[in-house]
T-cell receptor
Framework: SQTIHQWPATLVQPVGSPLSLECTVE??????LYWYRQAAGRGLQLLFYSVGIGQISSEVPQNLSASRPQDRQFILSSKKLLLSDSGFYLC?????????????FGQGTRLTVV | GQQVMQIPQYQHVQEGEDFTTYCNSSTTLSNIQWYKQRPGGHPVFLIQLVKSGEVKKQKRLTFQFGEAKKNSSLHITATQTTDVGTYFCAGLSGYSTLTFGKGTMLLVSP
């Protein structure tokens, strides 16, 4: 069965520090991968999505970047965090070519920038 | 780009009352999906609707997909405290990415 791992679960980082959040998927190949951010009590904002290794599309220009070094690995990064980067970051995957279009989310990372 | 609007943003009901959330897309959708996010949790897939005018039921939850495949609704009959959470719709246009609505937060008082 497919599983998605996202870590860490919580993170407190000072302003100006770097960030690296990692997400890995098991049990499937060539998934579409997504990074979403959710501010407290708000909706899901799509940050990045990837349809293949090295293919990254950015939905919102901001202080963050994403990379997909391997088929089932998706990394969200920042060189210098801002206070406004605080939020709940969710990684998700879907496999459209197999007819399964629903997204499966990881447990999320609660990031607080102080 | 594709936009998915969801209303209301928030609803507070007494246990036993019904609840409905509505979703509208700016473009015709291939399918529409509904997710539930419990407080402190991550969104979990509930159901997918594909056909024009489709209606699906899961116990007390009824999901509808509009004839034009641009709108959808989720109706909960006789809410329970376990229904508390945020309900998101997500639209898929062609084989592009899912576009999520902003969600409807449901609070149920006993």
């Amino acid at each position: 069965s497919q599983t998605i791992h996202q870590w860490p679960a919580t993170l407190v980082q000072p302003v100006g520090s770097p960030l690296s959040l990692e997400c890995t998927v098991e049990g499937t190949s060539n998934p579409n991968l997504y990074w979403y951010r959710q501010a407290a009590g708000r909706g899901l904002q799509l940050l990045f999505y990837s349809v293949g290794i090295g293919q990254i599309s950015s939905e919102v220009p901001q202080n963050l970047s994403a990379s997909r070094p391997q088929d089932r690995q998706f990394i969200l990064s920042s060189k210098k965090l801002l206070l406004s980067d605080s939020g709940f970051y969710l990684c998700a995957w879907s496999v459209v070519p197999q007819g399964r279009t629903e997204a499966f989310f990881g447990q999320g990372t609660r990031l607080t920038v102080v | 780009g594709q936009q998915v609007m969801q209303i209301p943003q928030y609803q507070h009901v007494q246990e036993g009352e019904d609840f409905t959330t509505y979703c509208n897309s700016s473009t015709t959708l291939s399918n529409i999906q509904w997710y539930k996010q419990r407080p402190g949790g991550h969104p979990v897939f509930l159901i997918q609707l594909v056909k024009s005018g489709e209606v699906k039921k899961q116990k007390r939850l009824t999901f509808q997909f509009g004839e034009a495949k641009k709108n959808s609704s989720l109706h909960i009959t006789a809410t329970q405290t376990t229904d508390v959470g945020t309900y998101f719709c997500a639209g898929l246009s062609g084989y592009s990415t899912l576009t999520f609505g902003k969600g409807t937060m449901l609070l149920v008082s006993p």
